[in-house]
Nanobody, 123 residues
Framework: QVQLVESGGGLVQAGGSLRLSCAASGRSFSSYAMGWFRQAPLKREFVAAISRSGSSTNYADSVKGRFTISRDNAKNTVYLLIDSLKPEDTAVYYC?????????????????WGQGTQVTVSS
């Protein structure tokens, strides 16, 4: 089992940047691909994913060029750097772990989820 705890959210002005972190504990972190999703009212959206080794990534088209996912297996942490924040980025951001090294957007292929961190972007 893996426990995931997100942090780094907050209230930011449009155009600013944030780095979200997701710390994992439990079974070997490097055995899991990691993903980020976001949940706004009435909408859940895949954001990005990274492979077990960190060598492969996948991004939603809506965030390409502004979001960067990375991981540090020595620190059991995955990150999401968000640049040029927009009001439409406002959401609760969740990290998730996939035992199958899955990098796709189907949330049901992820095995473990964190509690989420709120990101609010003011215009």
């Amino acid at each position: 089992q893996v426990q995931l705890v997100e942090s780094g959210g907050g209230l930011v002005q449009a155009g600013g940047s944030l780095r979200l972190s997701c710390a994992a504990s439990g079974r070997s972190f490097s055995s899991y691909a990691m993903g980020w999703f976001r949940q706004a009212p009435l909408k859940r959206e895949f954001v990005a994913a990274i492979s077990r080794s960190g060598s492969s990534t996948n991004y939603a088209d809506s965030v390409k060029g502004r979001f960067t996912i990375s991981r540090d297996n020595a620190k059991n942490t995955v990150y999401l750097l968000i640049d040029s924040l927009k009001p439409e980025d406002t959401a609760v951001y969740y990290c998730a772990a996939a035992a199958s090294d899955y990098l796709g957007s189907y949330y049901y292929n992820y095995d473990y989820w964190g509690q989420g961190t709120q990101v609010t972007v003011s215009s």
